[in-house]
Structures are given as structure tokens and as C-alpha cells.
């Protein structure tokens, strides 16, 4: 077997294992959020809602996630090509389209849109904020309407881009970095990164690390407890992890698409975006729950105890 091929298929399959791993904990996390929401209607705890009053942020944060672990998946070549999910070319490259103009147009600033509400909510009064019944409904408009620019950018990078650069005759040199989705390669379709795409995506993790260090900062002036202030310095890691992905993405054009360091490259940004997801995910998703319920069974321990005092 080629060595790049080779490496090719194991970069794949390393991929679509951990989008599944991804995928699992995201599971775990959206049945913990609607449980504990069933859980408290059912019971009566409505002050618990503090803890859960972003569930529907919640949920839909978690199938985004889902969202974008299917494009991770489906741009690997290891997916697409003679004898795998399909061997037309056309379709291999139409995919690659839809990879940019979905992921990087919608899933990924969705996806830390999102993340960056939840963390900002806590700073909001009661009433304005996660307590508020609207405040889910808001969150979710607000994250399509900023995510819509980014969408139509990508969207005129990959289908206006390749036309434009041909009408001015670059269509072979500049256009390939600037506006090409993808590229033939051993006989496959490569998936690629424009590096229009790369700079857009670049600067919204700049925004986006400037607004999180800032609310990051004006919490922990309010936390006290180590525990609450590790998992903000977390927050902020992996926010600001985001930056090298789009860098490292900006850099796959210098190589050439599908030989290993290309592969070394996306791969790398890969790992990356999914270790912030992943910390954010459980840090917002899945710790709020288990707090909160490990407040209601202090609170029935206590209540037990006083019990046993009594009698």
C-alpha cells in the first residue's frame, strides 16, 4: 500500500473514532440536560432552574456539535473515493463545498457562539438572564443572525470565488489558494481550505478570544471558590487553543493537498477544535448538571440528618 495512502486511512479512521467519542459524550450530556429538566418539572424544584434555565441553549449547543462532527466525517478522503461511500468525483467535490460552507460557515462559530453565551449568562441579572423563558429562544435567534455573514461569506467564497478568479484569468494559480474547496489527488478528491476561509475564521477566533477573556475576567473578580475559577481558566484555554487551528489551516496551502504533511496539517487543526469543544461541552453542559445535583442530595442528606436529630 502507498505510504500516503496509508496514512491517509489511519488519520481517518483515528478521526471518525474520536467524532465518536464526541459524539458519545454529547449523548451523555443532551439525556443528563432534558433528564434534569423532566426531573425538576416533574418535583417542583423550580429554583433549580437557575442551574438548568439554559437547557434549550444546552441541547442545541450539543447538536451542533452533533452537526459538525457529520462534516468532519464526511470530508475525509478516507470516506469519500473508489470503492468507499462513493467514487464520483463531482460528488466528492460538491461535498467539500457543503464542508466549508457548513462547518466553517455555521457549525463552528455556532458551536462557540453558543459556549460563549452560556459562560457570559452567569453575569446577567436574574431576570434578564437564564431565568428569563425568553432567554433560550434569544440566545438561539442571536447565534443563526451572527452565524448568517459568515454563512453567505463562505458560501460566495466557494461557488462566486473559483468564477471570479477564472474571468480574470488566475483560476490556476491564485485561485486554487484563495477560493478552491478542493483538489484531485491520487486519483481522489482532496478536500481543501481556501485561504479566504482560513483568514474570515481566523479573525472571528480573535473576536471571539477578546470576548470571552473579558467576561472570563469579569467572573473571576466575583468567584471565590477554586473549583468554579479553574473551570473559567479552561474556558479561556480553550478559546484561545482556537487561534492556531485557524492558522494551522491557513497553512495547508503552502503544501501540497493529500500528501502527509497536508494531512498532518487539517489534522492537527482538528484535534484542536475538538479539544476546545470537548472542554466546553463538559464544562458548560454536563458540570452545571451534576451540581446541581449534587445540591439536591446535600440538601436531602441534611434533611434526613435534621430528621434523625428530631426523633
Known amino acids: 500500500m502507498h505510504l500516503i495512502t496509508l496514512f491517509t486511512k489511519i488519520i481517518g479512521v483515528v478521526t471518525i473514532a474520536l467524532v465518536s467519542i464526541v459524539s458519545i459524550l454529547g449523548l451523555i450530556c443532551l439525556s443528563r440536560a432534558v433528564y434534569f429538566q423532566l426531573w425538576i418539572n416533574r418535583r417542583g424544584y423550580q429554583r433549580l432552574n437557575y442551574f438548568n434555565g439554559p437547557w434549550l441553549t444546552r441541547i442545541t449547543l450539543v447538536l451542533v456539535a452533533f452537526w459538525w462532527g457529520i462534516g468532519e466525517v464526511l470530508r475525509l478522503t478516507f470516506v469519500n473515493g473508489e470503492g468507499r461511500f462513493t467514487s464520483d468525483q463531482m460528488w466528492q467535490a460538491n461535498v467539500c463545498k457543503f464542508y466549508i460552507i457548513s462547518n466553517l460557515g455555521f457549525a463552528e462559530p455556532g458551536l462557540f457562539l453558543l459556549l460563549a453565551f452560556l459562560l457570559s449568562a452567569a453575569l446577567q441579572k436574574q431576570e434578564l438572564g437564564t431565568l428569563n423563558q425568553k432567554w433560550n429562544q434569544k440566545t438561539i435567534r442571536a447565534m443563526f443572525i451572527i452565524c448568517l455573514p459568515s454563512f453567505v461569506w463562505e458560501a460566495c467564497v466557494v461557488f462566486i470565488g473559483p468564477r471570479v478568479a477564472s474571468d480574470g484569468g ?55 471558590n477554586k473549583g468554579l475559577r479553574r473551570r473559567i481558566y479552561m474556558l479561556i484555554f480553550a478559546t484561545m487553543i482556537l487561534l492556531p487551528r485557524a492558522t494551522l489551516l491557513g497553512l495547508s496551502i503552502v503544501v501540497w493537498p493529500g500528501e502527509t504533511a497536508h494531512e498532518t496539517l487539517v489534522f492537527t487543526s482538528f484535534l484542536v477544535l475538538m479539544l476546545a469543544a470537548m472542554v466546553g461541552i463538559v464544562i458548560l453542559v454536563y458540570f452545571p448538571v451534576a451540581d446541581a445535583f449534587a445540591i439536591v442530595d446535600q440538601g436531602n442528606i441534611e434533611m434526613q440528618a435534621d430528621q434523625e436529630t428530631i426523633l
Open 170 to 224: 488566475q483560476a490556476s494559480n491564485l485561485g486554487k489558494f484563495w477560493y478552491s474547496a478542493s483538489t484531485f489527488h491520487n486519483g481522489n478528491v482532496t478536500c481543501t481550505y481556501p485561504l479566504l476561509s482560513s483568514i474570515f475564521l481566523g479573525a472571528f477566533y480573535i473576536i471571539l478570544a477578546i470576548y470571552v477573556m473579558f467576561v472570563g475576567g469579569q467572573m473571576l473578580s466575583l468567584v471565590i
